[in-house]
């Protein structure tokens, strides 16, 4: 089971960071994405992470503004620069690549980042 954490309200502008773990087992074996979905619109991909390599792919709304980034346990998405249109519920996502949300098998129940003045 993954678990998101991290999310918050925030201003335009502001960061936030958050985590993806697996409870009762490792990350490692497996490629990581960060999914969001906005109200009354579908789950689009964000980002991903490869396992060994670190390879990382990113969607083009976020490029230059969000970061990847793993350990052995956990994922985590660096969010800077962020704005209203980054609101959403967050999911983070195992065994799989790329931003297509059919590309991954686990997936985690979702945090909810709102970025509002």
């Known amino acids: 089971q993954l678990v998101e954490s991290g999310g918050g309200l925030v201003q335009p502008g502001g960061s936030l960071r958050l985590s993806c773990t697996a409870s009762?087992?490792?990350?490692?074996?497996?490629?990581i994405g960060w999914f969001r979905q906005a109200p009354g619109k579908e789950r689009e991909g964000v980002s991903c992470?490869?396992?060994?390599?670190?390879r990382t792919k990113y969607s083009y709304a976020v490029q230059g503004r969000f970061t990847i980034s793993r350990d052995k346990n956990t994922g985590y998405l660096q969010m800077d620069n962020l704005k209203p249109e980054d609101t959403g519920v967050y999911y983070c996502?195992?065994?799989?690549?790329?931003?297509?949300?059919?590309?991954?098998?686990?997936w985690g129940q979702g945090t909810q980042v709102t970025v509002s003045s």
């Open positions: 009762g087992s490792t990350l490692s074996d497996y490629a």
């Open positions: 992470i490869s396992t060994v390599s670190g």
């Open positions: 996502a195992a065994k799989g690549w790329g931003l297509r949300v059919t590309a991954f098998e686990y």
